[in-house]
């Protein structure tokens, strides 16, 4: 029976670290890997059970507290885990209101911390003196690494494939065609190379082999939803492919004051409605859309702006919409960058909630 216990440990360890390296697999692998962990730790509680009938008895020492204390949060991340992931992967029906994807991140980020504590613990008793010291060492540095790093992971180096025609397809609302939807982004503002994988990351999705924009995705989406017509934001200058290079050139612009000129404007006397789509640049709204605003009259119009951003969430950028602009500023949408394949249901239902139906 010990080594059924051992070899079900240790497989559940290296399951626990398979299913941390998503970025690095397909979603149903990942989501495979989830459903046989969450099926392994069913089965090393049953094999475990004793442990729970002494759950409660005995004396409480520091150490014992911590390793309940740690198994508790284990077993919160886990469920936490298995729920966040059957919405995600649409096992469930699961509401648009919730950000399942960062409820998900937190939950791996505490379940990881958990385990490492969880197991230090355990090793104590084998383990003493520098050892165990260097060991706690490690732990701690792991812990921080999946602190800091798995957002970090998930935010620049997830290479996103899109398919566009399953994810434009959904329920319409019914409004009166009188909406313009106004885009900034990098693709269309950058000559990004043949070879996209070489620079590809958090803003670039890949629908086959065309290169889409997150911003660009989300104008899409709303167009899909509502009718309405799209309109790009162009800049005379052309961003850096690279995108460190992008964020100085950003900061740059912000700290000269520097307006990027834009090649054409829209022709915003038509519309009554405008849904203002940008990238969190710097915690606010880019250079170029700032230039936009300043340009035209929106006086009487109303703006409905959605923000995609790498964890930054709206930042200051509606403050500052309000200040650039006479336009009624309507409730805003944050979406993180990765949740842009799923955003359709959230933008409907934001959009439901804000009756921009005639
Ligand atoms: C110049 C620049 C600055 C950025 N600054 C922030 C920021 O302050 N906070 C944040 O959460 N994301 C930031 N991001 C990430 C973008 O907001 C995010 O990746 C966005 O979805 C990009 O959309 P796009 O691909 O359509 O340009 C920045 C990106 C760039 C290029």
Known sequence: ??????????ALLILFFIGLASNFMSATAHEAAGIIFVVGVVAHNVINRNFYRNFLRGKFTRRRIINHATIILFA???VTLAVTGAALADFVPASAEINWRSLHLTAAILSTVALFVHILIHASRYVHGKIFYASAMVTFVFAVAAIFG????????????????EILRGERLEVDGKILIVYFGRVGNTNFPAQVDAVSGASLMLDGTELVGNTQMIAELVQSVTGGEIFALRTEKIYPADYSQTV???????????????????????????????????HTLPKPVENFLRSCDLSGKKIYPIVTHGGGG????????KTLTRAEVCTPL?????????????IFAWLKGLEILP
Do not use: C
Not at 2 to 10: A, E, F, Q, T
Not at 150 to 165: A, G, M, Q, S
Not at 334 to 346: E, G, V
């Open 150 to 165: 798995l957002p970090y992971v998930d935010r620049w180096f997830h290479t996103v494939k899109v398919n566009r025609t």
């Open 1 to 10: 029976m010990i080594h059924v216990k051992k070899s079900l440990d240790i």
């Open 76 to 78: 919160v991340g886990v």
């Open 334 to 346: 944050d979406i993180y960058s990765s949740d842009i394949p799923s955003a359709r249901k959230n």
């Open 248 to 282: 100085q050139v950003a900061k740059h612009e912000f700290e000269s004051g520097e307006l990027p000129a834009l090649k054409t404007l829209p022709n915003v006397a038509d519309f009554d409605k405008i849904v203002l789509i940008y990238p969190l640049w710097w």
């Open 314 to 321: 709206l930042g200051e950028s509606i403050d500052a919409l």
